[in-house]
T-cell receptor, first 112, second 112 residues
Framework: SQTIHQWPATLVQPVGSPLSLECTVEGTSNPNLYWYRQAAGRGLQLLFYSVGIGQISSEVPQNLSASRPQDRQFILSSKKLLLSDSGFYLC???????????FGQGTRLTVV | KQEVTQIPAALSVPEGENLVLNCSFTDSAIYNLQWFRQDPGKGLTSLLLIQSSQREQTSGRLNASLDKSSGRSTLYIAASQPGDSATYLCAVVQGGSEKLVFGKGMKLTVNP
């Protein structure tokens, strides 16, 4: 069966520090991968998505970047965090456009 | 640009009521529509997936319908229970790009 792992669950980082959030999927190949951010009281904002290795689409100009070093690994990064980067970050995957999407348990990031 | 809307943003009902949650989207060129549930501080749990060629899907007390031409979906919850209290989100997979675009969700409270 397929599973998605996202870590860490919580993170407190100072302004200006780097960030690396990792998401991996098991039990499938060539998944679509997504990163979302959910700010308090707001909806899910799509940050990046990838339909294959080397293919990453950015949705919102911002302080973040994403990489897909392996087929089932999706990494969200920042060189210097801002206070506005605080939020709940969610990773998701699907087998393709006609299939269900499944989410990880999220990372609560607080930038102080 | 695809926009997904869920109205109202919150709903509070007594236990036992039958509920209808609404979702609308602006671009009918979608692969599918999916309903999710999110408990506080948690990731999203998939409830139902409706392919663009389908009209309806059922799972237990949940029934979701899709009218692609009018850009609408409804999630019907029969005989609501306090355990149904959560935020319900709908999302569409955008045709062509495979982006998964979310509404802002509806917070449901079922009172015992």
């Amino acid at each position: 069966s397929q599973t998605i792992h996202q870590w860490p669950a919580t993170l407190v980082q100072p302004v200006g520090s780097p960030l690396s959030l990792e998401c991996t999927v098991e039990g499938t190949s060539n998944p679509n991968l997504y990163w979302y951010r959910q700010a308090a009281g707001r909806g899910l904002q799509l940050l990046f998505y990838s339909v294959g290795i080397g293919q990453i689409s950015s949705e919102v100009p911002q302080n973040l970047s994403a990489s897909r070093p392996q087929d089932r690994q999706f990494i969200l990064s920042s060189k210097k965090l801002l206070l506005s980067d605080s939020g709940f970050y969610l990773c998701a995957w699907s087998s393709g456009p006609n299939t269900e999407a499944f989410f990880g348990q999220g990372t609560r990031l607080t930038v102080v | 640009k695809q926009e997904v809307t869920q109205i109202p943003a919150a709903l509070s009902v007594p236990e036992g009521e039958n509920l209808v949650l609404n979702c609308s989207f602006t671009d009918s060129a979608i692969y599918n529509l999916q309903w999710f549930r999110q408990d506080p501080g948690k990731g999203l749990t998939s409830l139902l997936l409706i392919q663009s060629s389908q009209r309806e899907q059922t799972s237990g007390r949940l029934n979701a319908s899709l009218d692609k031409s009018s850009g609408r979906s409804t999630l019907y919850i029969a005989a609501s229970q306090p355990g149904d209290s959560a935020t319900y989100l709908c999302a569409v997979v955008q045709g062509g790009s495979e982006k998964l675009v979310f509404g802002k969700g509806m917070k449901l409270t079922v009172n015992p």
